[in-house]
């Protein structure tokens, strides 16, 4: 048995007693699937985005509101030229809503995303508060009596009476989200939102807009939680205030972080926790503690507290873990479809790839990178040496699209590249690793090396939902896995970068970077924390893919290392370029044995 074979076998289950369940039972469960829609969109944000929102309840509020006032009020019914009563109305409604709300997440994701830090969680508490107060205040919204009278929802000819009758809806819609989630994050979109979380510097020099996909993210939380205020407004028939403040908020993130904040499933779990024990409190702690106070409120916290500190990942993934024991592994879905990926035709041998022309770079009164001159040809390894502090980092920087020059031009490919995000840089062809590496340490080897290719992509996140996009997909994995062997990872594919050797997430990060088929690859410090074996193997990697007609720059501390590969070296010292020859001219070059103090008998005579 596969975790398929189980989920589906568990929906038949759910389907088949669906009309034997009590009243009772459909109810709770049909709450407990519209708060779940709301925590998934969560999940998605909190534990794979790495974004927090506390407004959520103002999102299905207006979800709840739009379809209340279309419904009831003849005056929106007139609106939209349609009678009063039509059934078309809800459904005019559910559009309001979700537009609504995406222009809403939108908006505020716009303004305070592209900031760093607290402003999303802060602009989503003022969101929360004053939709609340606002939903209180209107009069044709009802104040804060609410709006009642809304109609049962029918699709097609089917009319939606009773609670089991709409929870079949709630749950069918629950079930796709998680299916369309689950095909989404099983992408190539997926691999960039999963990057979002720890990684925005090194998507953005993988090719993703990072800034984007977060807004997206947002959009497509308040998205989930305005469908689930629909169909919540039609459950109750009727709307007030209460349910959309911000402590109700509050509780939907609750409910994605118990369950197991990076996990979809988390979200259904979650839900049901909570949506049970606040029942459960509410019945039983007035017996024990009189009904004088809410006390199920600091209970509740309380546990909450112990959940959290017990099991910090949410409850979904110590779940997971005892079930997939009895579970087989899932069989990779292959698509029959041949697909071919974006090439870039590599530039001749011998021709300047990536040039930097009089940069310059000023950190207040100190000039880190002085009128720096430096060409990095088609199939030649260019080395940059220098002291600590001399500005290399600087430099690479700059060449790479992270930071700016002060003044001077970097070309890539002859295109001047002047205020062009690093994610340009990645689009015009060029690759790098990171002096500290960047992987996503839960992610296997593939995922990792895969996101190297986002830019060769081009399907989108409703293709990815729907499993449109299986043949672009298996033709970015079959990529990913050819540069995975190349680099001589092929045993490794699976494992999470994270338990791998140092070493070898430095070759993971060149993998990647070859994925997306560069002209240049800039390598920050390789062979930094290597073994000696390490640093020959990578040595003959480099030698390879120099061979190859590759234009490899190499920021780098190990002498024997650079003396070997190098097929010409730059010398910085105080941000200046003091030297620059092939390995033979810099060693005996006087100025670089001044710089390197001692290292005429030491490092350089190596
Ligand atoms: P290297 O990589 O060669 O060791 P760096 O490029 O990191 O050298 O640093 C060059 C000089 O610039 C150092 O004196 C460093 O303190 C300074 N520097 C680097 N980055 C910044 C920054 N963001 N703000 C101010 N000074 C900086
Ligand atoms: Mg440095």
């Not at 009189?290 to 990942?313: A, D, K």
């Not at 009128?371 to 060449?399: C, Q, W, Y």
């Not at 020059?405 to 840089?425: I, Y």
Request: a neutral charge.
């Amino acid at each position: 048995m596969t975790r398929r074979h189980l989920t589906l076998g568990a929906i038949a289950l759910l389907l088949g007693i669906w009309g034997f369940l009590p009243e009772f039972t459909i109810t709770m469960l049909n709450y407990i699937g519209l708060y779940a829609l709301v925590a998934v969109g969560l999940v998605m944000l909190t534990g794979v985005g790495g974004m927090t929102s506390f407004g959520q309840a103002a999102f299905v509020g207006l979800g709840a509101y739009a379809t209340a006032w279309f419904c009831t009020a003849p005056a929106a019914a007139a609106l939209v030229g349609l009678a009063p009563g039509s059934a078309l109305l809800p459904w005019i409604g559910l559009l309001v809503g979700l537009a609504m709300s995406a222009a809403v997440a939108w908006f505020l994701g716009s303004v305070t995303l592209r900031l760093s830090g607290h402003y999303l969680p802060l602009g989503t508490i003022a969101w929360g508060l004053s939709l609340y107060f606002l939903f209180g205040n209107l009069e044709f919204l009802g104040g804060h009596t609410g709006m009642a009278g809304l109609p049962a929802l029918s699709v097609g000819a089917i009319e939606l009476r009773s609670v089991r009758e709409l929870g079949l809806l709630t749950w069918t819609v629950l079930l796709l989200t998680l299916w369309g989630l689950h095909n989404l994050l099983d992408s190539r979109e997926g691999r960039a939102i999963r990057s979002l979380k720890t990684g925005r510097v090194m998507a953005e020099s993988m090719g993703v807009d990072t800034a984007r996909y977060r807004i997206k993210v947002f959009v497509l939380a308040a998205l989930l939680a305005s469908l689930s205020g629909w169909m919540y407004a039609h459950l109750q028939r009727f709307v007030n205030p209460t349910p959309f403040n911000l402590n109700i908020g509050i509780e939907y993130l609750f409910m994605a972080v118990v369950g197991g904040a990076g996990h979809l499933w988390g979200a259904v779990l979650g839900a049901a926790l909570i949506t049970l024990m606040k029942q459960y409190l509410q019945d039983i702690l007035p017996s024990l503690l009189g009904s004088s106070g809410n006390f199920e409120v600091i209970v509740f916290g309380l546990l909450m507290l112990l959940v959290l500190q017990r099991f910090p990942e949410g409850l979904w993934p110590s779940l997971a873990v005892r079930v997939n024991r009895h579970l087989n592994p899932q069989a990779a879905t292959r698509s029959g479809a041949i697909h071919q990926l974006a090439e870039r035709t590599l530039p001749a041998k011998g021709s300047v790839v990536l040039g930097a022309t009089a940069v310059s770079k000023r950190f207040g009164g100190l000039l880190a990178n002085n009128n720096v001159n430096l060409d990095v040809r088609a199939g030649e390894v260019h080395a940059l040496i220098g002291p600590n502090g001399a500005g290399k980092s600087t430099f690479f920087n700059m060449i790479s699209g992270v930071d700016d020059p002060s003044s001077g031009v970097v070309s890539l490919l002859g295109r001047d590249m002047k205020n062009q995000p690093s994610r340009a840089f990645a689009a015009g062809g060029l690759g790098r690793t990171f002096q500290h590496v960047r992987l996503l340490g839960t992610r296997s080897v593939l995922d990792n090396v895969a996101l190297g290719a986002h830019q060769r992509g081009q399907r989108g996140w409703l293709a990815a939902m729907l499993r449109l996009d299986r043949a672009e997909e298996s033709a970015l994995m079959q990529e990913a896995r050819r540069q995975i062997e190349r680099c001589g990872l092929g045993a490794h594919v699976h494992e999470a970068t994270g338990s791998l050797a140092l070493g070898q997430q430095r070759v993971v990060e060149i993998a990647r970077a070859l994925t997306g088929q560069p002209s240049v690859l800039l390598l920050d410090e390789p062979a930094a924390g290597l073994r000696h074996l390490e640093k020959q193997a990578l040595a003959r990697l480099l030698t390879q893919l120099r061979d190859e007609g590759l234009a490899i720059l190499v920021v780098e501390h190990d002498m024997e290392f650079v003396m070997n590969i190098a097929d010409r070296i730059t010398v910085l010292e105080f941000g200046q370029v003091i030297a620059h020859g092939t390995p033979a001219e810099v060693q005996v070059n006087p100025a670089v044995l001044a710089a390197y103090l001692g290292g005429a008998d030491g490092e350089l005579a190596a």
